[in-house]
């Protein structure tokens, strides 16, 4: 039997190493897996997809093979492309209550045999769509998440990783000024290259090696971040300055960031978060604490990165499973993140680091346009974060192992690879033994 699975196959975002979790532990079902990428990028598309890769046409041809071939659609609804004759799972991630208003997700999810969502709370979201295909909650599967903790082993931290100050608001203003020439058409091809050179000195101005910019501090705090308007950069920012007033002598923060727009090279990148946090931070102090790390790294370095910090901080105001929630703890550190949307299924009810969200439903500023305006979202509690942060900072070695233990022990159990291999299997079997399921649903309307 072969399995054919559509998504984000190659690449480092949640999403990607989620989808290769989720086949990793029903890949010994199958005598063949083909993969399609539907999100292809050739620098960025590093991961390993333990089956071969192939366009949207080799697949259909192998899918056709055999009626009793699976298809794993690992997309939003709106890629979701039933191959006919096979049995067609869908696996969806999604970070608010409302779908976009106008578009036909759910025919697409409708034309599924079955779907998979990778909470409870997504599995109530869909629920209220009153679907016509079965439902069951398979969350991204974990392992490995009895490591004895490590927390705060500097050593282990990569000592070399360049780290970056963002710009500060007159740096920021210089850089924007050398856009403005360049672009201005004004430039003769020495003063194109003049420009250039200006800004690339001071993005070179900025870097650190890691080591070197811990040494004055005797912490960090980690966060993972994007310019999504949904993970939250402004109020991270916002509650670091807080914590930097309130503190006599703050810790680091250092900030794993990227851009949505993946074209985005590390200048533009850094320019990109210091418009961010200098609007967020409104002069305040705090800024001189952070650190940005740009490159792109491998599983053994950010493992490294949570390991040696004094927390992990999730500002989000909606998730669809929470990634950095789970390697945070499988790192040996605690997280301080919210208990909603997805995030309630990895913290127990008496998690002492989960702080408050108040719910907003609206837009937000600049999120993308897939995300409708009627969607709800959970915005951080105004001091929750940094309260937190000094919370953390002062427990003991003691009482972090215990708390890394329940939460441990909590997300074994929720985040079983064995778990989801039994549901997936279950759910492919109701498929093959429901009357027509493989052979009748030919069409996108099944």
């Avoid at 000592?159 to 058409?185: F, K």
């Avoid at 299924?345 to 837009?363: E, F, H, R, T």
């Amino acid at each position: 039997m072969l399995l054919v699975v559509r998504g984000d196959l190659q690449s480092e975002t949640g999403w990607s190493r989620a989808t290769r979790a989720l086949v990793n532990c029903i890949a010994d079902q199958f005598t063949a897996i083909a993969g399609v990428d539907r999100h292809f990028h050739p620098d960025r598309s590093t991961g390993l997809f333990c089956g071969g890769i192939v366009n949207e046409s080799a697949a259909m041809r192998l899918g056709s093979s055999h009626p009793g071939n699976v298809v794993l659609h690992a997309v939003l609804p709106n890629d979701i492309v039933r191959y006919a004759g096979n049995i067609n799972l869908g696996w969806w991630f999604w970070e608010t209550d409302a779908l976009p208003a106008t578009s036909d997700w759910i025919e697409r999810i409708n034309s599924l045999d079955h779907l998979l969502v990778p909470s409870p709370w997504q599995g109530e979201v869909v629920k209220n769509l009153e679907l016509r295909v079965p439902v069951s909650i398979v969350p991204w599967p974990h392992s490995s998440l009895d490591l004895a903790s490590a927390y705060n082993n500097k050593a282990s931290v990569t000592p070399a990783l360049p780290i970056y100050h963002p710009w500060s608001q007159s740096q920021l203003r210089e850089t924007l000024d050398i856009d403005r020439r360049y672009h201005s058409g004004l430039s003769d091809q020495k003063s194109l290259a003049s420009l250039v050179e200006m800004k690339q000195a001071l993005f070179t101005g900025q870097r650190r090696r890691l080591d070197t910019a811990l040494h004055d501090y005797g912490g960090y705090f980690f966060a993972v971040q994007s310019d999504a308007p949904r993970k939250g950069l402004p109020v991270l920012i916002s509650e670091w300055c807080r914590y930097c007033a309130e503190v006599e002598r703050p810790n680091a923060l250092i900030i794993k960031f990227s851009s949505l727009n993946v074209n985005h090279g590390a200048e533009t990148a850094l320019q990109r978060f210091s418009e961010i946090a200098c609007g967020a931070s409104r002069g305040a102090i705090g800024l001189e604490h952070v650190y940005v790390v740009l490159d792109q790294l491998s599983e053994e370095t950010m493992e490294s990165l949570y390991r040696g910090a004094i927390a992990t901080v999730s500002p989000t105001f909606g998730e669809g499973f929470g990634g950095t929630i789970v390697e945070s703890v499988r790192a040996g550190c605690l997280p301080i993140a919210p208990r909603h949307t997805a995030c309630a299924q990895l913290l127990p009810d008496n998690y002492s680091n989960a702080y408050q969200s108040k719910p907003y439903i609206g837009k937000l500023v600049d999120q993308l346009p897939i995300q409708p305006a009627s969607g709800s979202w959970h915005l951080p509690v105004p001091g929750e974060i940094s309260r937190l942060m000094q919370r953390t900072e002062k427990l003991s070695q003691e009482q972090r192992d215990s708390e890394l233990s329940k939460l441990r022990q909590f997300m074994q159990e929720t985040l079983s690879p064995n778990t989801a291999r039994n549901t997936i299997l279950a759910a492919i079997k109701s498929c093959s033994n429901s009357s027509g399921a493989v052979n009748a649903c030919g069409s996108l309307h099944a």
